[in-house]
C-alpha cells in the first residue's frame, strides 16, 4: 500500500493544487516500513491525480482541495483523505489508526492563504463553506436531472447584478470539472446543469439561498493576538485558514485588527450576494 501526503517542511501542505512536493510511505501490514519525498514537476490540479496514479498511490491525504481534483482522483481509483494538517508523519499514523476523518472537497480558490498554525475555533460559530469550484456538501442531491451523478465538464462566467464579473473558466481557458449532485458545486448552478445538453448554454441568476448562503453575525469573531502567535504578521484583507477543534482548517478573512486584538470574518466572501452565471456545458462522461 502506498500513501502520499502534500509535503513542505515536515507539515502537510495545505493546497493540493500548489503542491510542489509529496511524500510517498510505504505501508506493510498497518506499518510505515519506508518513505521517500517526490516532486510534482509543476503539474496542476488535473495532472496531479495521474502523476499519483503513475506511481501506484493508493490514498492521498491533505489539506485543502477543490472538486474537479477530487473527481480526478476518483477516477483513478485513489483514496482521498482531506481536511489533515500538522506533522505530516503523524497524519499518516493517524489514518492507518482508523483516526483521521475524509472531509471532502474543502478549497477556496479567491485570493492567497496563509496559515496561522494551531489555532482553534471551537469557541465560536464559524459559519459554512462552498465555492461554486470546490464546496463541500451532502452525498444525496437535493434534485433529479439526467446528469446527476455524471462528471460534468463547464465553462462559466460570472457576474453581479452591476455586471461586473468576479470569475470566468473562459478567461482561464479550461473548463471546469465535478461531479453533478456530488455537492461539489452551489446548489442553483448545481440544479442547473442536472438537465443541460453537452452544447447548450445558459444563463441564471441566483438569490443568496441558493448560491452561497447569507452572511452569518455569529461567523465574526475576535481574538487577543497574544493568543495567536503569528497573527501579528496578518493585514487586514488577507485570507488565511485556521483549524477547527478538530484540527481541520477552514478559511477565514481578517475583517479588522488593531494593538491588541484581531477579527476574523469565517463567512464565504460571496455571502449574502445574488449571482449571475452563464453556463456552457461543454462535456458529460
Known amino acids: 500500500m502506498k500513501i502520499a501526503v502534500t509535503y513542505e517542511n515536515g507539515q502537510v501542505f495545505q493546497h493540493f493544487g500548489h503542491t510542489e512536493t509529496f511524500k510517498v510511505y510505504d505501508v506493510q501490514d498497518g506499518q510505515i516500513v519506508g518513505s521517500e519525498l517526490v516532486s510534482s514537476n509543476g503539474s496542476g490540479h488535473g495532472a496531479l491525480a495521474a502523476l499519483l496514479s503513475g506511481r501506484g498511490i493508493d490514498v492521498l491525504i491533505c489539506g485543502g482541495i477543490g472538486g474537479g481534483a477530487q473527481a480526478a482522483l476518483a477516477e483513478q481509483n485513489i483514496e482521498l483523505c482531506a481536511g489533515a494538517s500538522g506533522d505530516a508523519d503523524e497524519a499518516v499514523k493517524a489514518y492507518l489508526r482508523g483516526e483521521l476523518v475524509n472531509t471532502g472537497a474543502n478549497c477556496n480558490h479567491h485570493g492567497e492563504h496563509h496559515s496561522c498554525g494551531e489555532h482553534s475555533c471551537d469557541e465560536h460559530s464559524c459559519g459554512g463553506h462552498e465555492d461554486h469550484e470546490c464546496g ?19 465553462h462559466y462566467r460570472g457576474t453581479f447584478n452591476d455586471g461586473t464579473q468576479f470569475d470566468s473558466s473562459y478567461d482561464r481557458g479550461e473548463p471546469l ?11 442553483g448552478y448545481d440544479a442547473a446543469v442536472a438537465d443541460m445538453e453537452v452544447g447548450e448554454s445558459i444563463d441564471i441568476h441566483l438569490m443568496p439561498e441558493d448560491a452561497y448562503g447569507e452572511a452569518d453575525p455569529r461567523a465574526v469573531f475576535t481574538v487577543e493576538l497574544a493568543q495567536m502567535p503569528g497573527a501579528e504578521t496578518l493585514s487586514e484583507g488577507q485570507q488565511v485558514y485556521l483549524q477547527n477543534q478538530f484540527g481541520q482548517p477552514f478559511p477565514v478573512k481578517v475583517a479588522a485588527k488593531d494593538e491588541k486584538t484581531i477579527t476574523f470574518d469565517a463567512n464565504h466572501e460571496m455571502a449574502g ?12 462522461e
Not at 463541500?136 to 455524471?150: D, L, M
Not at 470539472?177 to 446548489?187: D, L, P, V, Y
Request: aromatic share 8%; net charge positive; proline share 2%.
Open 273 to 284: 450576494k445574488e449571482l449571475n452565471f452563464h453556463i456552457e456545458l461543454v462535456d458529460v
Open 177 to 187: 470539472e465535478f461531479i453533478c449532485g456530488a455537492g461539489q458545486m452551489i446548489k
Open 136 to 154: 463541500s456538501g451532502s452525498s444525496k442531491p437535493a434534485f433529479e436531472g439526467k446528469n446527476v451523478g455524471r462528471k460534468c465538464k463547464t
